[in-house]
């Protein structure tokens, strides 16, 4: 895989500007380590090879390969790399999946990946030894794609946007990765005319790394490899522009046009004859389960009456194990239906030919592997009512998959991967045991049960090609090989009389895979379909009229579908005089250039050299009061990712932040040291609103901090520092003059040192789409404590706190809630000399209000939306509004302080009278412009059945975006609320008592903003 040249955007804005100065990050899921690797290097000739203790055994044959694939790619591409070369290999892939070196998730689908900044190839080792060197020759072709078109300047690397097609195609050409798997994609698109012009091809799909593979097989043929590097160094010359119709003119001579002609023409060359000859899945049977567009549904198994088949589809968003009558392909029930968090994905490795699902012979079980934290575990579900019985973990074993319950039930077979070599396991349901069905250097997988329970029938790579074993299950040792030739032939299954083999096979010159018989009596081998695209899993169905019928997968129109067929008259027949017969010696695969290890070349990685992992990232954003706000980031990293560097730099406003940090991501605890200088604001108007004022706060300090993870989805966090901060508290006090005594508030500006300790709560399960947050929930509860060093303030405590959940109406609209709290205790008189202020407002925390207008040692604000898609993408020559969708929202929030004191922002205009009644905090000789007495808070006036003190508006909103920005417009509407005013006066203008009216100021008109900046 082509690790792009990324920017990493960390959703900081606004999020950290209430956010306890221990705490590092708001919540997000954790990449955990659970292994520690004991790094070591060794220096070929022209890699830095990583390694630990444990896969030493697999080094020289990495460094052969490794090796091998530099020496073919730098002929083929008459190319040198300047500098050395960093391979970081990985036992397994689970392993593999823990690197620093990416701190994104990777997926098991990838398999491997190289980056452009220090040319690292980062992959695991766990697979035959032909298609290592396939993914060593893939990956090393990227690290030359670098080479060759960026020239060694990130700056060519971060402002290029290479067509992944090129990338990846050239990749693919490059390692001669023509696996009948992909050729089935290729052939077809191509028969089902859906080839879009290749030099306009950008998208990320499995096709589009087809596309290109194929793309540059024509290129080879036509032009050579020498055509092969003509267009790459035309491309590198218009890289920045993107312009591909001048490198397609200048290498090959022709217009894009014409080159796109000329390479639909030798794809239909190559592949539009098989129309003519093969034939369409319906032409042998009937179509059963979903039968939409685009929905696959693949990987069958029957229940033992033969009445039902279970399959694997994503008709519902994830992955499901969905029922469908086996007779007429009506759904039955979807046995994994909904969002669970008890696995993030059930296990599809059908895509490289093997099976995922296992019905248990009494028929009220189905069993599949499913992906949860760093292992695969083994799930049974109920058939019939869809409830889970048992997850079973396996130790020992990685990479586990399909599973085949045993006929008398008691015990399941899946292949698995342990100590870097994939063998056929058996685990018994009643003792827990796990045991060793084959166990030697070959690669198994699929394993079946005869009827009886005597055999057990699997593939084994023998060369290049899957081939048919048996094995006696009582004597494991007894080992008969059924297929031969070049072919692969997998996913082999048991007729119901136990006299027959199914299997799907690519035998022939065009290697397509069809389905197959093999008799165990007779050894006649039979061809059963002749298919276009590709049949996979044949299951017997029990038979109604004596006619065999199979169940089976097949490719067709870019995607897996189920079907359901009557065996006729087979389409070739082989009798066993005619068949292939395996050579008497096997020969393993050996690479071009075979290495032995220099012992002097071996060292322990102990140094760490820094470099800048990213391009700085930078992000705007605008408040509905066209406050501006930014961030910016840089990251610094080690060779190997365990050691980071975060820089931020933030703004908001004429307000600037740094914030640095070092994190050890080497381990599962985690931790590091964090420096910041934090500036942050509260607004405050005058009563008649003629102008506003903004008290500053700074928070200067050194701290350090650990975070260990639970699981994929919790974690704690901590710190511990020592700060300086200054802050400007409301202090109302009692002025005596000549004409009495007064109450007024004033601002005072506190100095104090102080420790701070933290302790957080965080967790997240929230689930994306392409749109943003989609189902699911997110938290961070946190507590600080901070005891006073010296200085003016007194000791404090705090509670902070971020509720979100999402939960999904339809594909594309959901309910999203957020609730979030901030409050200061302290020990001062009110809380007012020693705790934190906050203030929060506008913005899409509480839209209708001035962007921090609402302010107190105690701030509460929930968000209700209703989110639905409007319009995908409007198109413009200069651009693209993407994503246009439109949001219903409910806001209500509040800001006061301890005691219940609450200052009001604004209450209307000038010191009058309103119908005999005085306005409470309503003077504009006030210093500063705000109340003169801080009133008791009081969230919701009962007496006049309206908000008192809280405030709340509602509306509608559509946002957008435009290129990396998220563009937002709202209109909103305030719910009516009350003020406070005096009764009963003496002559001093001392009020006696006090009511609630209706506020005579309330502006009801509709608020319309604009603010840039993502949802939460």
């Given at each position: 895989?082509?690790?792009?040249?990324r920017?990493?955007?960390?959703?900081?804005l606004?999020?950290?500007l209430?956010?306890?100065?221990?705490?590092?990050?708001?919540?997000?899921?954790n990449?955990?380590?659970?292994?520690?690797?004991?790094?070591?290097?060794?220096?070929?000739?022209?890699?830095?090879?990583?390694?630990?203790?444990?896969?030493?055994?697999?080094?020289?044959?990495?460094?052969?390969?490794?090796?091998?694939a530099?020496?073919?790619l730098s002929?083929?591409?008459?190319?040198?790399?300047?500098?050395?070369?960093?391979?970081v290999f990985?036992?397994?892939?689970?392993?593999?999946?823990?690197?620093?070196?990416?701190?994104?998730?990777?997926?098991?689908?990838?398999?491997?990946?190289?980056?452009?900044?220090?040319?690292r190839?980062?992959?695991?080792?766990?697979?035959?030894?032909?298609?290592?060197?396939?993914?060593?020759?893939?990956?090393?072709?990227?690290?030359?794609?670098?080479s060759?078109?960026?020239?060694?300047?990130?700056?060519?690397?971060?402002?290029?946007?290479?067509?992944?097609?090129?990338?990846?195609?050239?990749a693919?050409?490059?390692?001669?990765?023509?696996?009948?798997?992909?050729?089935?994609?290729?052939?077809?698109?191509?028969?089902?005319?859906i080839?879009?012009?290749?030099h306009?091809?950008?998208?990320?799909?499995?096709?589009?790394?087809?596309?290109?593979?194929?793309?540059?097989?024509?290129?080879?043929e036509?032009?050579?490899?020498?055509?092969?590097?003509n267009?790459?160094?035309?491309?590198?010359?218009?890289?920045?522009?993107?312009?591909?119709?001048?490198?397609?003119?200048?290498?090959f001579?022709?217009?894009?046009?014409e080159?796109?002609?000329?390479?639909?023409?030798?794809?239909?060359?190559?592949?539009?004859?098989?129309?003519?000859?093969?034939?369409?899945?319906?032409?042998?049977?009937?179509?059963i389960?979903?039968?939409?567009?685009?929905?696959h549904?693949?990987?069958?198994?029957?229940?033992?009456?033969?009445?039902?088949?279970?399959?694997?589809?994503?008709r519902?968003?994830?992955?499901?194990?969905?029922?469908?009558?086996?007779?007429?392909?009506?759904?039955?029930?979807?046995?994994?239906?909904?969002?669970?968090?008890?696995?993030?994905?059930?296990?599809?490795?059908?895509?490289?030919?093997?099976?995922?699902?296992?019905?248990?012979?009494e028929?009220?079980?189905?069993?599949?592997?499913?992906?949860?934290?760093?292992?695969?575990?083994?799930?049974?579900?109920?058939?019939?009512?869809?409830?889970?019985?048992?997850k079973?973990?396996?130790?020992?074993?990685?990479?586990?998959e399909?599973?085949?319950?045993?006929?008398?039930?008691?015990?399941?077979?899946?292949?698995g991967?342990?100590?870097?070599?994939?063998?056929?396991?058996?685990y018994?349901?009643?003792?827990?045991?796990?045991?060793?069905v084959?166990?030697?250097?070959?690669?198994?997988?699929?394993?079946?049960?005869?009827?009886?329970?005597?055999?057990?029938?699997?593939?084994?790579?023998?060369?290049?090609?899957?081939?048919?074993?048996m094995v006696?299950?009582?004597?494991?040792?007894?080992?008969?090989?059924?297929?031969?030739?070049?072919s692969?032939?997998?996913?082999?299954?048991?007729?119901?009389d136990?006299?027959?083999?199914?299997?799907?096979?690519?035998l022939?010159?065009d290697?397509?895979?069809?389905?197959?018989?093999?008799?165990?009596?007779?050894?006649?081998?039979?061809?059963?379909?002749?298919?276009?695209?590709?049949?996979?899993?044949?299951?017997?169905?029990?038979s109604?009229?004596?006619?065999?019928?199979?169940?089976?997968?097949?490719?067709?129109?870019?995607?897996?579908?189920?079907?359901?067929?009557?065996?006729?008259?087979?389409v070739?027949?082989?009798?066993?005089?005619?068949?292939?017969?395996e050579?008497?010696?096997?020969?393993?695969?050996?690479?071009?250039?075979?290495?032995?290890l220099?012992?002097?070349?071996?060292?322990?990685?102990?140094?760490?050299?820094?470099?800048?992992?990213?391009?700085?990232?930078?992000?705007?954003?605008?408040?509905?009061?066209?406050t501006?706000?930014?961030?910016?980031?840089?990251?610094?990293?080690?060779?190997?990712?365990?050691?980071?560097?975060?820089?931020?730099?933030?703004?908001?406003?004429?307000?600037?932040?740094?914030?640095?940090?070092?994190?050890?991501?080497?381990?599962?605890?985690q931790?590091?040291?964090?420096?910041?200088?934090?500036?942050?604001?509260?607004?405050?108007?005058?009563?008649?609103?003629?102008f506003?004022?903004?008290?500053?706060?700074?928070?200067?300090?050194?701290?350090?901090?650990?975070?260990?993870?639970?699981?994929?989805?919790?974690?704690?966090?901590?710190?511990?520092?020592?700060?300086?901060?200054?802050?400007?508290?409301?202090?109302?006090?009692?002025?005596?003059?000549?004409s009495?005594?007064f109450?007024?508030?004033?601002?005072?500006?506190?100095?104090?040192?102080?420790?701070?300790?933290?302790?957080?709560l965080?967790?997240?399960?929230?689930?994306?789409?392409?749109?943003?947050p989609?189902?699911?929930?997110?938290?961070?509860?946190?507590?600080?404590?901070?005891?006073?060093?010296?200085?003016?303030?007194?000791?404090?405590?705090?509670?902070?706190?971020?509720?979100?959940?999402?939960?999904?109406?339809?594909?594309?609209?959901l309910?999203?809630?957020?609730?979030?709290?901030?409050?200061?205790?302290?020990?001062?008189?009110?809380?007012?000399?020693?705790?934190?202020?906050?203030?929060?407002?506008?913005y899409?925390?509480?839209?209708?209000?001035?962007?921090?207008?609402?302010?107190?040692?105690?701030?509460?604000?929930?968000?209700?939306?209703?989110?639905f898609?409007?319009?995908?993408?409007?198109?413009?020559?200069?651009?693209?509004?993407?994503?246009?969708?439109?949001?219903?929202?409910?806001?209500?929030?509040?800001?006061?302080f301890?005691?219940?004191?609450?200052y009001?922002?604004?209450?209307?205009?000038?010191?009058?009278?309103?119908?005999?009644?005085?306005?409470?905090?309503?003077?504009?000789?006030?210093?500063?412009?705000?109340?003169?007495?801080?009133?008791?808070?009081?969230?919701?006036?009962?007496?006049?059945?309206?908000?008192?003190?809280?405030?709340?508006?509602?509306?509608?909103?559509?946002?957008?975006?435009?290129?990396?920005f998220?563009?937002?417009?709202?209109?909103?509407?305030?719910?009516?609320?009350?003020?406070?005013?005096?009764?009963?006066?003496?002559?001093?203008?001392?009020?006696?008592s006090?009511?609630?009216?209706?506020?005579?100021?309330?502006?009801?008109?509709?608020q319309?903003?604009?603010?840039?900046?993502?949802?939460?």
């Open positions: 895989m082509h690790a792009r040249a920017r990493l955007f960390v959703p900081i606004l999020g950290l209430i956010l306890p100065a221990g705490q590092a990050l708001p919540f997000g899921k990449k955990i380590n659970y292994n520690s690797f004991d790094w070591q290097i060794y220096k070929s000739p022209h890699f830095d090879v990583y390694y630990y203790p444990a896969e030493e055994g697999r080094l020289e044959q990495v460094v052969s390969y490794a090796e091998s530099y020496v073919k002929q083929a591409f008459d190319h040198e790399i300047k500098v050395r070369i960093p391979l990985y036992k397994t892939h689970g392993e593999f999946e823990q690197t620093n070196i990416l701190l994104e998730f990777i997926p098991e689908y990838v398999g491997a990946f190289a980056e452009p900044f220090e040319n190839v980062v992959l695991p080792v766990d697979r035959p030894p032909d298609l290592l060197y396939e993914l060593i020759t893939h990956e090393l072709t990227h690290v030359f794609e670098y060759i078109l960026y020239e060694g300047s990130l700056g060519r690397a971060l402002r290029s946007n290479t067509p992944l097609w090129l990338m990846e195609g050239l693919e050409h490059m390692a001669d990765a023509k696996s009948p798997l992909n050729e089935m994609v290729i052939r077809d698109a191509v028969v089902h005319n080839i879009p012009p290749i306009k091809v950008n998208v990320q799909s499995f096709l589009t790394y087809r596309f290109g593979q194929a793309a540059f097989d024509f290129i080879s036509k032009y050579g490899q020498e055509g092969i590097r267009f790459l160094w035309e491309y590198r010359k218009v890289l920045l522009g993107n312009n591909l119709d001048k490198p397609i003119k200048e290498a001579g022709v217009e894009p046009d080159f796109d002609r000329e390479f639909r023409r030798w794809l239909e060359k190559k592949y539009l004859g098989l129309y003519l000859e093969n034939k369409e899945p319906e032409d042998y049977g009937k179509q389960g979903f039968k939409k567009e685009g929905i549904t693949f990987s069958p198994t029957l229940s033992p009456s033969g009445d039902l088949v279970a399959s694997l589809t994503n519902y968003e994830d992955l499901d194990v969905v029922i469908f009558s086996a007779k007429d392909g009506e759904k039955i029930r979807n046995i994994t239906k909904g969002y669970t968090n008890k696995y993030q994905y059930i296990v599809a490795a059908a895509f490289d030919g093997k099976n995922d699902l296992s019905w248990s012979p028929g009220d079980r189905i069993a599949f592997f499913a992906r949860r934290e760093n292992e695969r575990i083994l799930f049974v579900y109920d058939a019939l009512k869809g409830k889970l019985l048992k079973i973990s396996i130790p020992g074993v990685d990479v586990e399909s599973p085949a319950f045993s006929p008398d039930g008691k015990s399941i077979l899946f292949s991967n342990a100590g870097g070599v994939v063998d056929i396991f058996r018994d349901f009643e003792t827990g045991k796990v045991s060793h084959t166990q030697d250097d070959f690669y198994d997988s699929n394993p079946a049960w005869s009827p009886d329970g005597k055999s057990i029938i699997f593939n084994r790579r023998i060369d290049q090609y899957e081939k048919i074993f006696d299950a009582s004597d494991p040792g007894r080992l008969t090989q059924l297929t031969f030739g070049e692969s032939d997998i996913e082999p299954s048991f007729s119901r136990g006299k027959t083999l199914y299997y799907s096979s690519d022939g010159k290697r397509i895979f069809n389905i197959y018989s093999l008799s165990l009596t007779d050894g006649e081998i039979r061809q059963c379909t002749n298919l276009i695209g590709a049949a996979f899993n044949p299951q017997e169905v029990a109604q009229d004596g006619k065999t019928t199979l169940a089976f997968t097949a490719y067709d129109k870019g995607a897996f579908h189920l079907f359901r067929m009557e065996l006729g008259d087979p070739a027949v082989i009798k066993p005089g005619e068949q292939s017969q050579p008497p010696e096997i020969e393993a695969f050996e690479p071009p250039l075979k290495l032995t220099d012992e002097k070349e071996k060292s322990q990685y102990s140094k760490l050299k820094w470099h800048a992992e990213s391009s700085p990232s930078v992000l705007v954003g605008v408040a509905n009061d066209g501006v706000l930014t961030n910016a980031q840089i990251i610094l990293s080690d060779l190997l990712g365990d050691h980071r560097i975060f820089m931020n730099f933030q703004s908001v406003s004429t307000f600037s932040n740094i914030d640095i940090q070092y994190w050890n991501l080497k381990h599962r605890w931790y590091g040291y964090r420096g910041l200088d934090f500036r942050n604001f509260y607004t405050l108007g005058t009563s008649a609103g003629a506003r004022l903004r008290q500053a706060t700074r928070t200067t300090g050194l701290s350090a901090q650990a975070s260990y993870p639970f699981s994929l989805y919790y974690r704690v966090e901590g710190s511990a520092g020592v700060y300086e901060r200054s802050l400007n508290r409301p202090i109302t006090q009692l002025i005596n003059t000549s009495g005594a109450i007024v508030t004033d601002f005072v500006t506190f100095k104090e040192n102080l420790a701070y300790f933290t302790g957080t965080s967790g997240d399960t929230v689930r994306f789409k392409e749109f943003g989609y189902q699911g929930h997110g938290f961070d509860f946190t507590v600080a404590y901070a005891p006073l060093v010296q200085g003016d303030g007194k000791p404090f405590i705090e509670y902070y706190s971020d509720f979100r959940t999402y939960g999904r109406l339809t594909k594309r609209s309910f999203a809630w957020r609730f979030n709290s901030a409050v200061s205790n302290s020990s001062g008189f009110a809380g007012l000399d020693g705790s934190t202020i906050f203030s929060f407002g506008g899409n925390q509480l839209r209708g209000y001035d962007f921090r207008e609402f302010f107190g040692n105690r701030i509460a604000y929930s968000n209700l939306e209703l989110r898609p409007l319009i995908d993408e409007i198109r413009f020559p200069f651009g693209a509004i993407r994503m246009l969708r439109g949001f219903l929202f409910l806001d209500v929030g509040a800001g006061w301890q005691g219940s004191r609450f009001d922002p604004k209450t209307g205009g000038a010191d009058v009278n309103f119908q005999g009644l005085q306005l409470l905090q309503d003077d504009p000789s006030a210093p500063n412009g705000v109340a003169i007495i801080p009133r008791s808070f009081e969230c919701w006036d009962s007496g006049n059945s309206m908000l008192g003190d809280c405030r709340a508006s509602y509306g509608l909103g559509f946002a957008w975006y435009l290129g990396p998220e563009l937002t417009w709202t209109w909103a509407k305030r719910l009516q609320n009350s003020i406070v005013v005096a009764v009963d006066t003496d002559a001093n203008g001392i009020a006696n006090y009511i609630r009216i209706p506020d005579p100021f309330f502006d009801s008109s509709v319309t903003s604009f603010y840039i900046g993502r949802s939460f």
